[in-house]
């Protein structure tokens, strides 16, 4: 049974005229890294916000269709229900600091405390969520002496502590640098690899394709693609759209190295193989040129 | 920036809860106003400054204390030269006459004003404010109030630090910023738009950001850290509470005076 099931989905902000999401339906699978990209004001944010029911618990506004996740009903739930299921982490990794507390460790606890989770339990819990995300060592830190990178990692990590089945992450690299991206990236690829359903809104694609299962590609409220990144990336109309697409798939269609099915490659890895296969194919490859 | 005036420290006053502390803290400040006489006063007066002393913080509180001298001069002029109760000379500067029925009455309020402060200083030097909140919290006070308590002293720091970031992009803009006061008085208001935007959207971010970690879910509340509560405090709160007992059965059932 899919964990995450989206149901023709729409939405509209109060005092708004459009639907910010207009008949989204989608799936995410446990274990599954889903990417969802699309241009600024495409609905990325909404959507995510969709998947805990702060869209429509918090912000009100006028739904239909059916969220589910891990089997309970989004919008007939508290947010603090659905939260134990769907993490959610933002994008300023500022302002998910609770305040409330003096130390990393202390911040890592206070999901837990306000969920009830026994103290005995709460320990064990946060040192594996510190581990994962590699801040053991910043634990008795002040949240507000971290680094973006390390800031955005401990609300991941604070997150991970209330035992989601699955992590909905919305843009949580803009506001960081290469280094504090790449930080997170790993971090999103090391908790996937253990069986975590991860689903992240971001606009680096060069970045997302290594890593998603399946991309869900937004526009303007709609659902334009839901597919593995090759196909995704394929498509003819995503820079008319707006949607960037990786650069190296940019170079692959220009120099017309397809796979047999038509797509392109979205890594460089898969470029390298592919170049290697054409040179091959081409007679005896370029390396006996030299 | 630190706004919270906690000295850290391990002495036996730092180790009694925060809730002992603040009966302590309530019965001397009600004391003061229940016993009569200069003697108790003054008692409990260095009841206070020996837990002050004993906690390692009479450094700290001595600036304090010695700040607000101002207002016991006050008492003191004041007093002396107009209460009502006055009959008989004391002092005569010149002309000046003070009385010494308003010169004792000065030096009773002072007294009182001395023993707050010291009281009071109990909390805020030798209590860490998040213990005091928890420990409120854990005995029933709603989690917002305590939320709000211990989030100002961290969040405060934050919007001074935002505020020079904005006085420091407007400033290489050619803003002036600095200088005569009216100077200073124009700066301000283009500080404030950016300012209050901020605050408002990161209110809400983090208003959504501790949505999702269950703030806002009512169930029972578990806490991290374990209540450490030393095997004095119960004697300590048993003594305080006699105190009050006796005082107030002295002044109104004995008729102490």
Request: hydrophobic content about 50%.
């Amino acid at each position: 049974m899919a964990l995450i099931e989206v149901q023709d989905l729409r939405y509209r902000y109060p005092d708004q005229q459009g639907l910010a999401l207009d008949g989204i339906s989608f799936s995410v699978e446990p274990g599954e890294f889903v990417g969802i990209i699309g241009p600024n004001r495409a609905g990325k944010s909404t959507l995510c916000q969709a998947l805990v029911g702060l869209v429509p618990h918090f912000y009100k506004g006028a739904i239909g269709g059916r969220v589910v996740a891990d089997g309970l009903d989004v919008h007939k739930h508290p947010v603090a229900e659905v939260a134990r299921r769907v993490g959610l982490v933002f994008q300023n990794p500022f302002t998910q600091i609770s305040g409330a507390k003096f130390t990393v460790y202390e911040e890592v606890a206070f999901g837990l405390e306000n969920a009830g989770v026994p103290r005995e339990e709460m320990i064990p819990r946060i040192e594996e969520a510190l581990r994962l995300l590699g801040l053991e060592e910043l634990k008795d830190r002040s949240p507000f002496a971290l680094s973006g990178g390390q800031m955005q990692r401990l609300a991941i990590a604070s997150v991970l502590a209330m035992r989601p089945k699955v992590l909905v992450l919305d843009e949580p690299t803009s506001q960081l640098d290469p280094e504090g991206t790449g930080e997170v990236f790993a971090a999103m690829a090391a908790l996937c690899r253990q069986g975590m359903a991860v689903v992240v809104a971001e606009h680096k694609v060069e970045r997302l394709a290594p890593l998603a299962g399946k991309i869900l590609v937004l526009h303007a409220g709609r659902r334009v693609a839901f597919d593995s990144p090759r196909r995704v990336f394929a498509r003819e109309d995503l820079p008319a759209l707006g949607v960037a697409v990786p650069p190296v798939t940019e170079a692959a269609r220009r120099l017309g190295w397809r796979f047999e099915d038509g797509t392109y490659p979205v890594t460089t890895e898969e470029a390298e193989e592919l170049a290697r296969k054409n040179l091959v194919a081409a007679g005896g490859g370029g390396g006996g040129r030299g | 920036m630190q706004l919270s005036l906690y000295v850290p420290g391990k002495t036996w006053v730092h180790r009694l809860d925060p809730i002992t502390k603040l009966l302590a803290v309530l019965v001397a400040v009600v004391l003061t106003f229940v016993l009569p006489g200069f003697f108790s006063q003054a008692g409990i007066l260095l009841v206070s400054l020996a837990m002050l002393g004993s906690a390692g913080v009479l450094r700290r509180a001595a600036p304090v204390l010695a700040g607000v001298f101002i207002l016991p001069l006050t008492f003191f002029v004041v007093q002396g030269l107009v209460y009502p109760g006055n009959v008989h000379p004391a002092v005569a500067l010149g002309p000046v006459v003070f009385y010494r029925e308003g010169l004792l009455l000065g030096l009773s309020l002072t007294l009182r004003l001395y023993n707050i402060l010291s009281a009071a200083l109990i909390l805020v030097l030798v209590t860490r404010p998040s213990d005091l909140v928890e420990a409120l919290v854990r005995r029933g006070a709603p989690p917002r109030l305590g939320y709000v308590m211990i989030a100002v002293l961290q969040i405060i720091p934050i919007m001074v630090a935002s505020t020079q970031t904005i006085l420091d992009a407007q400033r290489s803009r050619g803003m002036e910023t600095e200088g005569s006061l009216w100077v200073r008085i124009r700066a301000f208001l283009p500080l404030m738009g950016p300012l209050v935007t901020n605050s408002l959207i990161s209110t809400e971010e983090r208003a959504l950001a501790l949505e999702v970690r269950g703030f806002a879910g009512g169930g029972k509340r578990t806490f991290l850290k374990d209540e450490q509560i030393p095997p004095y405090a119960m004697a300590m709160r048993i003594l305080v509470l006699a105190a009050l007992v006796l005082g107030i059965g002295g002044r109104w059932l004995w008729g102490w005076r």
